[in-house]
């Protein structure tokens, strides 16, 4: 970690820099919307972020969850294997898709979610997977607060409102508002099972997303349809700064998830040996 | 299973009827929020059939939080949570009789209110009122399987009381918008409320499942 991380951060720094001079001076100014519409190099980018890291968060709690029993370890197993392939099925054999969701983008999302459940039960076993769900919830709430933020910022001038109702901003607000109640959750439990607590909100949390977006999917929906995978288009040099911007933003978060997690690793040892030291010395046979 | 849970359901509904804790203060509370609200909005009768929908389920919603506090807190006495912890009963058929406690709470709470509702608010439904009687049921179910979960989840935390709906509003939101939209829809009569009542079911399935599958782990974090 000493010799890698500064590397790390330094690259990150120059690649956020490269990415803001490429978003500011480089992209074509967009027709209708003019130089406001550079905001959404860093909505969009935050967004998808934000719900990478939350996905890691659900994936982190059920492993967490399921590690401690051997048998609902298996059934989770099993069930991401399944998903993989039965997203994979689904997304070439269901015909129509619903609005806004191309088959290889579906796939994608199962083939990754698979991955990303594999990646962490090998690499995040027992304690640290709680670690990594404590991580990615606090970094998450950072960037879905930049995309609350940006979001209205951008939507004043072009909407003439700040905010709508709509599916993906009340979606995002929910999953918001969860996460902080989960984070709240983590910070005022006085119980030794936080950690399963905080799991079992978190899952409550993901199962309730679907229930909100199809809730407001009943109503209008006014926000742009997505740039990739749904039905917008893009031009390809904006494309590509966007993506630019995406990757410094996965580095700066993988970069802050790292340094929070080594940074909790350390609260957690010297809490434990704390309490180790706090233990009365065992009585010397004399 | 079925006898834990009738023991445990039919002593939650005597120790209740005993003291009238829960449903004094939660009727209470629920009757000032009417009140308060009626003084805020001053609707004609038919401005509040728009509104009422909302109202209502937000007065059931703070009052059932009321109830929902009190429901765990009262087994943290003479360590009877820790005794059931230890005995060989299944968890589940404890929360399942603590969410049928709560749910009967709730209920009466709700049969009482009614008649008020309507003499302050001037309200008569357009649309098929029977179908009130399905979204309250599965309303009820969805605040309360969640809020007795989480009742649980906060029993353990330094401010329980402000912890409750803290945890329970925010994954209420789909189940709220639900009611409050098919109350709406039918007192106004203008569209229909079939899609709200599928979504509550579902709303309810789901979570029912995740916290009879979760609720030992949170019973057993201590």
């Known amino acids: ?40 190099y860093y909505h969009v980018p935050s967004a998808w972020t934000a719900f990478l890291l939350f996905s890691l968060n659900f994936i982190a709690s059920i492993q967490y969850l399921a ?24 997304a070439f054999a269901i015909r129509p898709l619903p609005y806004g969701m191309e088959p290889s983008s579906v796939a994608t999302t199962a083939v990754a979610i698979t991955g990303l459940y594999f990646f962490i039960r090998k690499y995040f076993p027992g304690e640290k997977a709680d670690v990594l769900a404590l991580v990615t919830a606090e970094v998450g709430v950072v960037f879905c607060t930049v995309v609350l933020i940006t979001g209205p910022i951008w939507a004043r001038p072009v909407w003439g409102i700040w905010w709508t109702w709509d599916i993906r901003l009340t979606s995002t607000l929910v999953l918001w508002l969860i996460y902080v109640s989960y984070l709240l959750l983590r910070r005022f439990s006085s119980s030794d099972q936080t950690p399963a607590l905080a799991a079992a909100l978190a899952i409550f949390g ?69 309490a180790i030291e706090s233990m009365p010395e065992p009585r010397s046979a004399s | 299973m079925t006898s834990i849970i009738q023991a445990t359901l039919a002593k939650d509904l005597r120790l209740e009827w005993r003291s009238k804790d829960a449903i004094n203060s939660m009727l209470f509370f629920a009757l000032l929020v009417v009140v308060i609200f ?40 003479n360590q009877a949570l820790e005794a059931y912890r230890v005995s060989p009963a299944p968890a589940n058929s404890l929360f399942l009789a603590k969410a049928f406690g709560n749910f009967v709470f709730v209920a009466v709470l709700e049969l009482l209110m009614t008649p008020l509702f309507i003499v302050f608010y001037k309200l008569r439904a357009i649309g098929p009122a029977w179908q009130l009687i399905i979204v309250a049921v599965l309303g009820t179910w969805a605040l309360v399987v969640n809020g007795t979960f989480f009742g649980a989840m906060s029993l353990r935390t330094r401010n329980r ?54 609720f030992e782990t949170v019973l057993q974090a201590e």
């Open chain 2, 161 to 214: 009381e402000i912890m409750l709906p803290l945890l329970l509003f925010p994954i209420s939101i789909p189940a709220v918008l639900a009611m409050v939209t098919a109350t709406t829809n039918i007192l106004t009569g203008e569209s229909p409320a079939k899609f709200w009542i599928v979504l509550l079911a579902a709303y309810d399935l789901v979570f029912t499942t995740a916290c009879l599958l979760l």
């Open chain 2, 38 to 77: 009626s003084f805020a909005f001053d609707p004609t009768a038919e401005e509040s059939r728009r509104i009422a929908g909302g109202l209502i389920w937000v007065a059931l919603l703070f009052a059932a939080v009321v109830a929902l506090n009190q429901t765990w807190a009262r087994e943290l006495r």
């Open chain 1, 1 to 40: 970690m000493r010799r890698i991380f500064p590397i790390f951060a330094v690259l990150t720094a120059l690649l956020l820099g490269y990415a803001f001079y490429q978003a500011m001076f480089v992209a074509p100014r967009e027709q209708t919307m003019g130089d406001v519409q550079r905001i959404f």
């Open chain 1, 206 to 274: 993901a199962l309730d997303v679907p229930l909100v977006y199809f809730s407001i999917w009943f109503f209008r929906t006014q926000h742009p349809s997505p740039v990739i995978g749904g039905g917008g288009s893009i031009d390809s040099r904006m494309l590509h700064v966007l993506l630019l911007n995406w990757l410094a933003f996965l580095c700066l978060a993988g970069m802050l998830c790292w340094l929070r997690y080594a940074l909790e690793t350390l609260h957690r040892a010297v809490d434990e040996r704390r």
């Open chain 1, 67 to 90: 590690g401690r029993n051997h048998f609902a370890d298996r059934f989770v197993k099993w069930a991401a294997i399944i998903l993989g392939i039965a997203g994979c099925i689904a």
